[in-house]
């Protein structure tokens, strides 16, 4: 049993690395298909559900853990989860360090700290994990559920207090004036035009409600087996929960780039649904010959992520010529011709496939990182 549902969580958690790669990835941002990107602000797109999925995924693993940690002195369990939190944090800054080097006129000169992105998505990550782990550890699931529940309505409330016109709003939301006030514009992110961190400190907060829901529904799935009537509260608790960030989203709209806590609610839904159906192919259909290619990923999934973003960085440093990234040459010289949309979504794909092909060296020689 145990086996068989890590074989569905290691699918949930490739698929969600696998597609992140290919909506992180296209040959280019200005002819990708639509729902390969984010919704601009309010609103809710496919790739939406990657991140929050992966989250959802940190908080299945978190269930068969947990339990392990009972038997443990309570100084070693917060080391662990505080030396885990700290390590994928500062691998997602050195990411965006990295190759610490820039040139400036021609020259190569060493890239300043003060310029460097501190929040992301490792980052948040990390941060998500070690408040739910800390939560779930010291107050039980039942307690940290009611906690999750209040900093959904909290951070609800922070933005409607806090912010400055529209409270929803890019410029006026409060967690950009936290974030600029914390790190100043050097430190965030510039993608959406101004400096706005959509991985930023305030937002992290409501985004610990994905995990701690993967925890619950882990935990549930553990307790209960794989049943017809597990799956089918799987099924009525994600409805239920897309139900209600439906009548939420009158109020606090679903937007990914805030974390709304509508946001969350359908997001931990879809899971919800995602998961069920996953497991239902798999332990009740028997279907499995799809089921190695998603576990490459899933199994090493921390080292894949890395694995794309640093090779696609290095693909932007290294030039074929003055004006020309080896990206932009690649993409230019063999994509294009397939069309400029499918050209940029096979692009992505051709990366997501190398990425593949290194998971599965790794995993025939059972090399598994972990942190």
């Not at 978190?62 to 940690?69: A, E, G, R």
């Not at 559920?145 to 006026?172: M, R």
Request: aromatic share 16%; with cysteine; hydrophobic share 50%.
């Amino acid at each position: 049993m145990a086996t068989q549902r890590f074989t569905a969580l290691d699918v949930f958690r490739g698929m969600t690395i696998c597609f992140m790669i290919i909506v992180n990835t296209p040959g280019n941002g200005n002819t990708t298909w639509s729902p390969l990107l984010h919704a601009h602000w309010h609103g809710f797109t496919p790739t939406d559900l990657v991140f929050p999925s992966f989250l959802f995924a940190v908080g299945n693993a978190l269930s068969f853990v947990l339990p392990k940690w009972a038997n443990l002195p309570t100084r070693a369990v917060v080391w662990k989860i505080l030396k885990r939190t700290f390590i994928i944090f500062l691998l997602g800054y050195l990411m965006y360090w990295f190759p610490f080097v820039k040139q400036v006129n021609g020259n190569i000169i060493f890239a300043p700290f003060s310029e460097t992105r501190v929040f992301g998505v490792l980052q948040r990550i990390g941060l998500c994990y070690g408040i739910a782990a800390l939560l779930l550890y010291f107050f039980k699931p039942k307690l940290t559920v009611l906690i999750t529940i209040s900093i959904l309505a909290l951070y609800w409330i922070v933005l409607l207090l806090y912010g400055q016109g529209d409270p929803f709003s890019l410029e006026g939301n409060a967690g950009i004036l936290l974030d600029k006030w914390l790190l100043g514009d050097a430190h965030l992110y510039h993608g959406e035009g101004v400096a706005f961190d959509p991985e930023g400190l305030l937002s992290t907060l409501p985004a610990v409600g994905n995990v701690v829901g993967g925890f619950v529904v882990g935990s549930f799935i553990q307790k209960h087996g794989k049943t017809y009537e597990t799956l089918t509260k799987l099924l009525l608790a994600g409805a239920g929960l897309m139900a209600i960030a439906w009548i939420l989203n009158h109020f606090i709209p679903v937007n990914k780039k805030l974390w709304t806590s509508s946001f969350v609610l359908l997001t931990v839904g879809l899971d919800c649904i995602i998961i069920a159906a996953i497991i239902y192919i798999i332990d009740f259909l028997h279907k499995t010959k799809w089921t190695y290619f998603f576990e490459v990923f899933g199994r090493n999934p921390l080292f894949i992520y890395l694995l794309s973003e640093l090779g696609v960085i290095l693909l932007y440093v290294f030039s074929v010529h003055p004006k020309q990234s080896v990206y932009k040459w690649l993409y230019d010289t063999i994509y294009v011709h397939a069309g400029d949309y499918l050209g940029s979504f096979l692009f992505a794909v051709s990366i997501m496939l190398v990425c593949w092909l290194a998971g599965y060296f790794m995993d025939k020689r059972k090399i598994y990182v972990r942190v």
